[in-house]
Nanobody
């Protein structure tokens, strides 16, 4: 099992910065990728940034040049540095880990989700 705990959310003005942290525990070495997703009211949950175990990084077009995802592999911690925040960035942000879940009879690859943290951007 993998457990995820997010922190760092809050209220900022447009143009401000915020850093989110996601601490993973459990079968950390088995994690294939980790990333950040967000969901605003009335919208679908969307991928913001993902980093794989091999170090590949993928960003949503809407955050390229403004957000940076990084990791401390040994600690199982992933960060999301958010700069030049816009009102449209306001959403509930979730940390996600993709990896195996070992059941008694078989193993399957699943997504593990944290509880999320609120990011508000308002003038």
């Amino acid at each position: 099992q993998v457990q995820l705990v997010e922190s760092g959310g809050g209220l900022v003005q447009p143009g401000g910065s915020l850093r989110l942290s996601c601490a993973a525990s459990g079968s950390i070495s088995s994690i294939i990728s980790m990333g950040w997703y967000r969901q605003a009211p009335g919208n679908e949950r969307e991928s913001v940034a993902v980093i794989t175990s091999g170090g590949s990084i993928h960003y949503a077009d809407s955050v390229k040049g403004r957000f940076t995802i990084s990791r401390d592999t040994a600690k199982g911690t992933v960060y999301l540095q958010m700069n030049s925040l816009k009102p449209e960035d306001q959403a509930f942000y979730y940390c996600c880990a993709y990896g195996p879940q070992f059941d008694r009879d078989y193993v399957r690859v699943v997504h593990f989700w944290g509880q999320g943290t609120q990011v508000s951007v308002s003038s």
